[in-house]
T-cell receptor, first 111, second 115 residues
Framework: GENVEQHPSTLSVQEGDSAVIKCTYSDSASNYFPWYKQELGKGPQLIIDIRSNVGEKKDQRIAVTLNKTAKHFSLHITETQPEDSAVYFC??????????FGTGTRLQVFP | SAVISQKPSRDICQRGTSLTIQCQVDSQVTMMFWYRQQPGQSLTLIATANQGSEATYESGFVIDKFPISRPNLTFSTLTVSNMSPEDSSIYLC????????????FGSGTQLSVL
């Protein structure tokens, strides 16, 4: 079955710097890759997603890139702010199969 | 996106008791799911809540321990039965919304602590 690995597990950056979180997946048939942000005491919030027919997608300060050949996808956050501090989860699925989540990255943005 | 209300938001329970968690969605959705998130861990799918029929459980989860109801397209409950400290987790309701393509949205979760 699908397996998703996520790195790093923790990431600390200075406010204004960029942050990059990477995920790899095992099933080449996977075609949907969402990213979730989870703040303390809250449920995961969908922040951006990408499907396999696209290589990159941007939404203001966040972007996701997908390399199907290498089977990895990445979340890029530019001009980080303290409110970006949270745990971020990547996930992957194919068709109508369930989402398989990565292990999470705790991002801390220091002012 | 769908607005998902989950309650209680947190509870502290005694070993051996049961807790029922409710999930209400502001629009009709076909697919509803229940997830567990153990402390500091990722999300694990417990089951798919099927409207009008028995839930579909993932490997490692059974109906006797986690009975689920889905009486209509906007509401579901998850019961955690005969609780032990190992059941201490965040339990999350989620729905698949087709309004913007098929995307999964989560409720705010129920933080359960079992003493």
């Amino acid at each position: 079955g699908e397996n998703v690995e996520q790195h790093p597990s923790t990431l600390s950056v200075q406010e204004g710097d960029s942050a990059v979180i990477k995920c790899t997946y095992s099933d080449s048939a996977s075609n949907y890759f969402p990213w979730y942000k989870q703040e303390l005491g809250k449920g995961p919030q969908l922040i951006i997603d990408i499907r396999s027919n696209v290589g990159e997608k941007k939404d203001q300060r966040i972007a996701v890139t997908l390399n199907k050949t290498a089977k990895h996808f990445s979340l890029h956050i530019t001009e980080t702010q303290p409110e970006d501090s949270a745990v971020y989860f990547c996930a992957a699925s194919k068709g109508t199969d369930k989402l398989i989540f990565g292990t999470g990255t705790r991002l801390q943005v220091f002012p | 996106s769908a607005v998902i209300s989950q309650k209680p938001s947190r509870d502290i329970c005694q070993r051996g008791t049961s807790l029922t968690i409710q999930c209400q969605v502001d629009s009709q959705v076909t697919m509803m799911f229940w997830y567990r998130q153990q402390p500091g861990q990722s999300l694990t799918l417990i089951a798919t809540a099927n409207q009008g029929s028995e839930a579909t459980y993932e490997s490692g989860f059974v109906i006797d321990k986690f009975p689920i109801s889905r009486p209509n397209l906007t509401f579901s409950t998850l019961t955690v039965s005969n609780m032990s400290p190992e059941d201490s987790s965040i339990y999350l309701c989620s729905v698949l919304s087709t309004q913007e393509g098929e995307k999964l949205f989560f409720g705010s979760g129920t933080q359960l602590s079992v003493l």
